[in-house]
Structures are given as C-alpha cells and as structure tokens.
C-alpha cells in the first residue's frame, strides 16, 4: 500500500465489471437482475472512491458489495414469491467456460438450487479462487461457518449431481 496510490473509477469499472457482473449473476441466475446489480455496486464505488486505500482493498471492496447486492435482490425476490430458476446463457461470466455444454448447463442450475450461503461460499472459492478467510472477510462471516458451507454445499451439489454421470467420462 504506497500513500500515493489513487484510484481511478474509469479504470476499476474497466477492469472489474466482469467479476462484478459474474459474481452477481452466479448468485441470483438472472442477467437482468445482475446488470442491475453490477450498475448499483460501480454507483456505490463512486460514492466511496475515496475510501478506497488500494488496488486489492478495491477489488474485496467490490465483491464484499456485490455479494451483499445480489443476498439483498434474492431476498427481495424470495419475498415477493418470485422463484429463481434461470438456466444461464453460453458465455454468461467472464469465467464460465463449461457454460456452453450440456454439462456446464447443468452445473449452473444445480448451483442455483443450493441456498443462498452455500451458493456465495462456493462461487467465491471457485470461481474467485479465494482461500475461506478470504471468504469469511469477504462476507463479514465467521471462518468455521465459511468452511462449514463450504462443504455442506459441495455435499449437497454432489448429492444433486448423481444425474450428471452420464457425462462423466471414465464412470
């Protein structure tokens, strides 16, 4: 962290708003409702740049935001009695790769299915990489219950994957 660094809304837009983006559509499954999201956490980004210490303060800044966006417009939805079940587009993240087949279709919707905390707790581990303490000051939760929805939610995508050995090769 050097006292000189500041930030630069242009250039944190131009080079997080696909995990921005991802990260809200991996949560909520709707692309509408995630451009929606993305467009208020970039807003809120704007209205506290200058809180903003540092490149990697900026980036766990932005998705500590985003996932509590996304909890905040499942909620909303939950409460108006609308369901999520969304299949995503090809192509829909910046890091969904399996996404254009069958198998990667199938992965996205059994994600959709898990609750909300496993759902934040896996999309965070695997397709943000980040390690459980990370996860747990990313979403301002005890590390024991990170690691605790962790595998839960892997537990329960493996249970709900039985279906999927079709197009495992080697099984």
Do not use: C
């Amino acid at each position: 962290m050097t006292a000189s660094w500041q930030p630069d809304f242009e250039r944190l837009v131009d080079e997080h708003q696909s995990m921005v983006f991802s990260l809200a559509l991996r949560m909520t499954g709707d692309r509408g409702l995630a451009e929606e999201i993305a467009q208020d956490v970039f807003l809120e980004l704007d209205r506290n740049l200058r809180k903003i210490e540092s490149e990697q303060h900026a980036v766990n800044w932005l998705r500590r935001v985003a996932m509590s966006r996304s909890a905040d417009a499942l909620r909303r939805r939950r409460v108006q009695g609308v369901h999520l079940w969304v299949e995503l587009d090809e192509g829909a993240g910046a890091r969904s790769e399996k996404s254009g087949s069958p198998l990667g279709a199938r992965l996205e919707r059994l994600l959709a299915t898990l609750p909300e905390a496993q759902r934040a707790a896996l999309v965070l581990r695997y397709q943000e990489e980040l390690t459980p303490e990370e996860i747990a000051e990313t979403l301002n939760a005890p590390l024991a219950t990170v690691k605790s929805h962790l595998q839960r939610g892997l537990k329960l995508l493996r249970a709900k994957a039985e279906s999927l050995r079709e197009f495992v090769r080697g099984d």
